[in-house]
């Protein structure tokens, strides 16, 4: 993906997250399996990653949800952490985790083709998304955790 479309895309996910879920704010973080064009945003020790096409091959998005109770960028080794569904089920017994939105959706999807013209549409999309199934996933895991 190159810089332009990054860039917009970004922008325009972050309007879309200012609006929908103000809670979220932009966070400067760093962490070794964290790519310099990952945006990430954060409410508490909840995160919200959205990354572009780590292997750069297509201009595709994907958005990741992750947890640290120890309210830093979850430190793995594997990213995403989460990839059975019997893992996605556990997850509030891990004290660090990061998970693809699409994967706790149902596996309806993973990475999104995105163009200068999609941009809104994919953010939306996302912002959506992450209000009907990721917030709620959220919410469970701090309840279960608790």
């Known amino acids: 993906m190159d810089r332009k479309l990054r860039l917009t895309l970004a922008s325009t996910f972050a309007d879309h997250l200012r609006v ?23 409410r508490g020790n909840c995160l919200v990653i959205l990354t572009p096409d780590s292997r750069g091959l297509r201009d595709a998005v994907t958005l990741e949800l992750a947890y640290s109770e120890h309210g830093r960028f979850p430190d793995l080794a594997q990213r995403p952490s989460l990839i059975s ?25 993973d990475l999104i083709e995105v163009s200068m013209t ?21 919410d469970r895991m701090s309840t279960e955790l608790a």
């Open 118 to 138: 999609s941009c809104h549409e994919v953010s939306a999309f996302l912002v959506e998304r992450l209000q009907m199934v990721g917030l709620p996933f959220f």
């Open 20 to 42: 929908a879920l103000p809670d979220f704010k932009l966070w400067n973080a760093t962490a070794p399996c964290l790519s310099g064009n990952d945006v990430v945003w954060k």
């Open 85 to 109: 569904q019997a893992q996605l089920d556990d997850v509030h017994l891990e004290s660090e985790w990061i998970v693809r939105l699409g994967r706790i959706d149902g596996g309806s999807f």
